[in-house]
């Protein structure tokens, strides 16, 4: 019986360290390559991915300047060399409640037409978080 005991203590200590080396830390408004702070409550910081059928907006709203909402709207627009809106996405925010200085992740994606030059992001609403404390 007590040889078995360092064999489980082994086996339990693999584990664990399996478990904390694939563990990765959560994304830092630092960490992706777009940001946008031109609006008044928000900076927007994010990646894209592009892929066939979808171009996909992953990314943090950061409330930089305003806190107390609940949820923010995105909307990721493809524009052609012209600047024309050829495609465009809405997408939100998820995990509740944004207080000022923190961030919230959101996803957007859109259908790609074939005719996009650049991508652009933007603020396209947001709602009030309802407990009335914006936390400033």
Not at 2 to 25: D, I, K, N, W
Not at 51 to 69: H, K, M, N, S, W
Not at 108 to 136: H, I, M
């Amino acid at each position: 019986m007590m040889r078995q005991s360092p064999r489980l203590f082994f086996v339990v200590l693999l584990f664990f360290l399996g478990g904390c080396a694939s563990f990765s830390p959560p994304d830092r408004p630092k960490d992706f390559p777009f940001h946008s702070t031109d609006n008044p409550f928000f900076d927007l910081h994010w990646r894209l991915e592009h892929e066939p059928e979808r171009v996909t907006a992953y990314g943090l709203v950061e409330a930089a300047r305003q806190g107390g909402f609940s949820t923010v709207y995105l909307q990721l627009q493809g524009l052609d060399k012209e600047g024309r809106v050829v495609s465009h996405g809405l997408g939100r925010t998820w995990a509740g409640n944004v207080y000022r200085f923190e961030t919230i992740p959101f996803t957007v994606r859109l259908r790609p037409t074939g005719q996009e030059d650049r991508f652009e992001l933007g603020v396209w609403s947001y709602d009030w978080a309802s407990d009335g404390d914006g936390k400033d």
